[in-house]
């Protein structure tokens, strides 16, 4: 039989993978690649804390008290992110589309052009229940 987890366990999980994220001195941040991770077109500062507390196992990106973006540093079509501490540690990884497109990370537009403000629209983080 598969491990099922409740609720309080699924919220609990994803909270703690999360909250990884605000973890030393500075914020933790977001790069945003092209399809293969191969060229970084932004790197993004989160908010802090970076998500919400989940609920039904989902965190939320925060984007209060306003929405985290930067300046793009190269062209290209975002596909990958990769979310760090502050510290450089890599803590997971995830999917980048335009808003409303289900990605790990929202944005307005995934086709980026190089000085261009790219602004995360949302996100959130699941933790499933098997």
Same mark, same amino acid.
Request: net charge negative; glycine share 14%.
């Given at each position: 039989?598969?491990?099922?987890?409740?609720?309080?366990? @699924? =919220?609990?999980?994803?909270?703690?993978?999360?909250?990884?994220?605000?973890?030393? /001195?500075?914020?933790?941040?977001?790069?945003? @690649? %092209?399809?293969?991770?191969?060229?970084?077109?932004?790197?993004?500062? !989160? =908010?802090?804390?970076? !998500?919400?507390?989940?609920? *039904? +196992?989902?965190?939320?990106?925060?984007?209060?008290?306003?929405?985290?973006?930067?300046?793009?540093?190269?062209?290209?079509?975002? /596909?990958?992110? @990769? !979310?760090?501490?502050?510290? #450089?540690?890599?803590?997971?990884?995830?999917?980048? %589309? *335009?808003?409303?497109?289900?990605? #790990?990370?929202?944005?307005?537009?995934?086709?980026?052009?190089?000085?261009?403000?790219? %602004?995360? %629209? +949302?996100? =959130?983080?699941?933790?499933?229940?098997?």
């Amino acid at each position: 039989m598969a491990l099922t987890l409740e609720g309080v366990a @699924r =919220n609990a999980a994803c909270d703690a993978v999360v909250d990884l994220l605000d973890g030393g /001195a500075a914020d933790g941040y977001v790069e945003i @690649r %092209t399809s293969g991770g191969t060229t970084l077109l932004v790197s993004i500062d !989160f =908010n802090d804390p970076a !998500f919400g507390a989940a609920a *039904a +196992g989902v965190a939320n990106v925060s984007v209060s008290p306003s929405a985290p973006s930067a300046a793009a540093v190269a062209d290209g079509d975002a /596909a990958v992110c @990769r !979310f760090y501490d502050s510290d #450089d540690q890599l803590v997971m990884s995830g999917t980048v %589309t *335009a808003t409303g497109g289900g990605g #790990d990370i929202t944005i307005a537009d995934v086709t980026i052009a190089s000085g261009a403000t790219v %602004t995360i %629209t +949302g996100g =959130n983080i699941t933790m499933p229940a098997s």
